[in-house]
């Protein structure tokens, strides 16, 4: 059985069907991308996930657990953390704060301790500025720290929404090789990314959304090269 089975999942707002009976599913130690454009339902997807949004028909499974029936706050103690879009560290707490918050789940004193250094060793720049506000880091430190946030509650699968938004091109590319470490290190990812382009090439396969359907799927090296999904979004 997979990792994550989503199947027939619609969300509404409204009268608005945001998503239509999509189903995929993520194999464990993969990384899945959801491409596509702006409005096309990939950000909701993750939402509903995390349980921040119950899904109006569907189910979703996870480690043979049904999330649709699941609270919210109890998704993170089964291995699933969320790396929201925009980031949405705690501005006026610090970074060893924030890193704190991640991991509420845990009680163990040693292991909490071990993560962090982990954690640490991952991101320097984090532990160089620990006794800093969040609020007051750049845009690729405080992506770093959301993820390192994250990465305290020790999850088998990360839903990262869209991780280089409104960084340079050199935390682009740094962020990218980072998502790429933590998955060799036995992380399962499901990748929400604009960036279709960067998104496929460390992808190992992915799904297409328009209007909340799925129109198209495959191996990410195959539609990397397929003339449609270049056309359409990766500029070329």
């Not at 532990?127 to 750049?138: A, D, F, I, M, Y």
């Amino acid at each position: 059985m997979s990792l994550l089975d989503v199947k027939r999942l619609s969300v509404n707002y409204g009268v608005i069907k945001a998503l239509k009976g999509i189903s995929f599913h993520v194999e464990k130690g993969e990384i899945v991308a959801l491409i596509g454009a702006n409005g096309a339902g990939k950000t909701t997807i993750l939402h509903t996930l995390s349980g921040l949004i119950k899904p109006a028909d569907g189910q979703i499974m996870y480690n043979d657990t049904d999330l649709v029936h699941t609270p919210g706050h109890k998704i993170v103690s089964l291995g699933m953390a969320h790396v929201p879009e925009g980031r949405r560290v705690f501005a006026d707490m610090t970074v060893l704060q924030n890193l704190k918050m991640g991991a509420y789940t845990r009680n163990d004193a040693a292991e909490f301790q071990s993560t962090l250094e982990m954690v640490y060793k991952r991101f320097p720049r984090l532990e160089e500025r620990k006794n800093q506000l969040s609020g007051t880091l750049s845009g690729g430190e405080q992506q770093m720290l959301a993820m390192g946030r994250a990465l305290m509650s020790h999850p088998d699968i990360i839903l990262m929404d869209e991780p280089s938004m409104g960084l340079s091109p050199i935390f682009v590319n740094e962020i990218f090789s980072i998502i790429e470490d933590v998955n060799k290190d036995g992380v399962t990812v499901l990748l929400v990314e604009q960036n279709a382009k960067k998104a496929l090439t460390i992808a190992d396969r992915a799904y297409v959304l328009e209007t909340g359907s799925i129109v198209k799927e495959g191996i990410a090296d195959e539609l990397l090269s397929d003339e449609s999904i270049r056309k359409a979004y990766l500029g070329e």
